[in-house]
């Protein structure tokens, strides 16, 4: 039963353009959530998270937005650059000691 | 120096065989994970745990069975490995048992 859905495979966007992540997620007890960018061959790295008690967090180009009421959260990359172009992975936690992720969206950033 | 390291990178083997993939790490945190990565790209959790206590199982068959020697190293051995086993392992760490994960390079397990 996956409780972490990115519905989006994959996305491919111009340099310099918007990159818009999209997640949902099913359990309301979750309570915090992770953005995790993977490069080939690499192990996932942390980009951004976010409490439930806040709505939006931003980190330079990041920005993560996150609505409750809707189950849903996203991950605004602006602009896009080339170094972007990896694997993109939602988390979402309600307990100590286990993440869960989605399936990824895969980004490819366009010269 | 890698915060996070996993030995074999590669591993391929036979049906039936037993191996172990073996994860360090150097960043002084209390909780450790498995994690493995199906075909289907999901990475779902297999074990935590902190302060080599088991914390979590998450349903894992027992042919499975992870050893933490001490904080810092956490063992996956695999017993009568089968086809499904085909997947790549994630090693993680994190300072206690909430927030970001510190993952290692990922062990590509393939049975032939």
């Known amino acids: 039963d996956q409780q972490v859905k990115q519905n989006s495979p994959s996305l491919s966007v111009q340099e310099g353009r918007i990159s818009i992540l999209n997640c949902d997620y099913t359990n309301s007890m979750f309570d915090y959530f992770l953005w995790y960018k993977k490069y080939p061959a690499e192990g996932p790295t942390f980009l951004i998270s976010?409490?439930?008690?806040?709505d939006k967090n931003e980190d330079g180009r990041f920005t993560v937005f996150l609505n409750k009421s809707a189950k849903h959260l996203s991950l605004h990359i602006v602009p896009s650059q080339p170094g972007d172009s990896a694997v993109y992975f939602c988390?979402?936690?309600?307990?100590?000691?286990?993440?869960?992720f989605g399936a990824g969206t895969t980004v490819t950033v366009r010269a | 120096d890698t915060a996070v390291s996993q030995t074999p990178k590669y591993l391929v083997t036979q049906m039936g065989n037993d191996k172990s993939i073996k994860c360090e790490q150097n960043l002084g945190h209390d909780t450790m994970y498995w994690y493995k990565q199906d075909s289907k790209k999901f990475l779902k959790i297999m074990f935590s745990?902190?302060?080599?206590?088991?914390?979590i199982n998450e349903t894992v068959p027992n042919r499975f069975s992870p050893k933490s020697p001490d904080k810092a190293h956490l063992n996956l051995h695999i017993n009568s490995l089968e086809l499904g086993d085909s997947a790549v392992y994630f090693c993680?760490?994190?300072?206690?048992?909430?927030?970001?994960?510190?993952f290692g390079e990922g062990s590509r397990l393939t049975v032939l």
């Open positions: 988390a979402a936690s309600a307990d100590d000691y286990k993440l869960s």
């Open positions: 993680a760490s994190s300072p206690q048992g909430r927030g970001e994960l510190f």
């Open positions: 976010i409490s439930s008690i806040k």
């Open positions: 745990y902190n302060n080599k206590e088991l914390i």
